[in-house]
């Protein structure tokens, strides 16, 4: 019988959880909601968590969570929408909860491993992905190996720098203009969207059905999209030199969300093949979708 483990993916709304196999097979699911206000509304939300999966023998748990994360010491350093994680011992705190071995992986970097592991990734060596949301999650992958960095922030492209003329007036999501995340997220894609159109919210159906639909506004908001995710592949690939790159979250669930980039990525390789001194990338799909930190938390628990 294959071994059972739990799997927790933590974010700012729920907590999500499954019992899954070590191929990765899931047995049962489920959601409890998150507190982020405090580390005892956590605990307890975790506790709750424990108790809905009482009846199963499960050998440990692994646990995808938002902030930057020392996986190997267990530490988060960060938080994310938890403001009060900052230097903790996670996988020590919330393992007593379970009294099982426990491991930590930032969210971003589970995504990657997944779909490094079994994935789009699974048949290259090397690669990025690119989690289109809020921000710019996903992380990068060379020789079979989640790119962890110096102090485990390695990949976190939101704050990639797109205009260094900006930039002069800080880094940081008060000043979004100067980030890649300003440019390309999810989130920035639907406010362009919503200011074009005079109205107070979009979000990114209502910009994909107007791109369907023919409607001006949205095709040039997504042409730009285009050419703004190329520009910052080709100045990732001038220092990896990539075989692939892999687009992720909610608007990759559109076909037209990786043709766009994948056609603005020839578009701007193409012309100045003779001159780059790096190879062009091949754009795909992510695998898992919503799966893909529960994949991957496991992923790192395993290894």
Not at 201 to 222: C, R, S, T, W
Not at 251 to 275: C, K, M, Y
Request: hydrophobic share 45%.
């Amino acid at each position: 019988m294959a071994r059972q483990y739990l799997v927790l993916d933590i974010g700012g709304t729920f907590i999500k959880y499954a019992i899954m196999d070590d191929g990765a097979e899931f047995v049962e699911r489920g959601k409890v909601p998150a507190v982020t206000s405090s580390e005892e509304g956590t605990l307890a939300a975790l506790a709750g968590v424990r108790d809905a999966v009482g009846d199963f023998d499960y050998e440990g748990v692994a646990i995808s969570m938002p902030g930057r994360i020392d996986t190997a010491q267990g530490i988060a350093h960060t938080g994310g929408a938890f403001r009060w994680v900052l230097e903790y011992p996670a996988a020590e705190r919330y393992g007593a909860v379970f009294g099982k071995p426990t491991t930590i992986a930032n969210d971003g970097k589970c995504a990657a491993f997944a779909e490094s592991w079994k994935g789009a990734l699974a048949d290259v060596d090397s690669g990025a992905v690119l989690v289109l949301g809020t921000g710019i999650g996903g992380g990068i992958v060379l020789d079979n190996e989640v790119w962890m960095g110096a102090t485990g922030g390695a990949g976190e492209l939101s704050v990639f720098v797109t205009s260094f003329d900006a930039a002069r007036n800080g880094i940081g999501f008060s000043n979004i203009d100067a980030l890649w995340a300003g440019r390309i997220a999810a989130s920035a894609l639907s406010g362009k969207f919503a200011f074009a159109k005079g109205i107070e919210k979009a979000d990114g159906v209502m910009l994909f059905d107007a791109y369907e639909a023919g409607d001006k506004d949205a095709q040039n908001i997504l042409k730009e999209f285009g050419f703004q995710t190329a520009a910052g592949i080709l100045s990732l690939q001038s220092v990896l030199d990539l075989p692939r790159y892999a687009i992720g979250g909610g608007i990759s669930a559109r076909p037209e969300t990786t043709q766009i980039v994948a056609d603005a990525v020839d578009e701007l390789f193409d012309p100045n093949a003779g001159f780059l001194p790096f190879g062009k990338p091949q754009i795909v799909t992510c695998k898992f979708g919503n799966e893909a930190n529960l994949i991957g938390a496991l992923a790192f628990h395993l290894r």
